[in-house]
């Protein structure tokens, strides 16, 4: 069973950065994607960010426009872990950031801008960003 474990959030003052990060257990030798989502309190999930994972993964990512140019997802292939760096923080950051897994998904879908929910059959437990103005 492929286990999917973020860490990092917290609170941050707006203007401020904090950085996520996810480790999965999938095969470093296999193409993989992963990504990260959030929640916010009584709106439904909407994806933040993808990038294609594995020795032969291209790294090639995807970021939604409510965050480009703040939010980077970046990679670690030796860790197996993607991390996400969030700067220049807003008040409408706040959600619960859950990170997901899939193996064996090409590059080119994965960095697509078109996966969602349902594409990610594995699911970290979630962790709180909250920003304050």
């Known amino acids: 069973q492929t286990q999917v474990v973020e860490s990092g959030g917290g609170s941050a003052q707006a203007g401020g950065s904090l950085r996520l990060s996810c480790a999965a257990s999938l095969s470093t030798y296999a193409v993989n994607c992963m990504g990260w989502f959030r929640q916010a309190p009584g709106k439904e999930r909407e994806g933040v960010a993808t990038i294609s994972t594995g020795t032969h993964g291209s790294g090639t990512t995807f970021h939604a426009d409510s965050v480009k140019g703040r939010f980077t997802i970046s990679r670690d292939n030796a860790k197996n872990t993607v991390y996400l760096q969030m700067n220049s923080l807003k008040p409408e950051d706040t959600a619960m950031y859950y990170c997901?897994?899939?193996?064996?998904?090409?590059?080119?879908?994965?960095?697509?801008?078109?996966?969602?929910?349902?594409?990610?059959?594995?699911w970290g437990q979630g962790t709180q960003v909250t920003v304050s103005s």
């Open positions: 997901a897994a899939v193996p064996y998904m090409s590059s080119t879908r994965c960095s697509g801008g078109y996966l969602g929910e349902k594409d990610f059959p594995y």
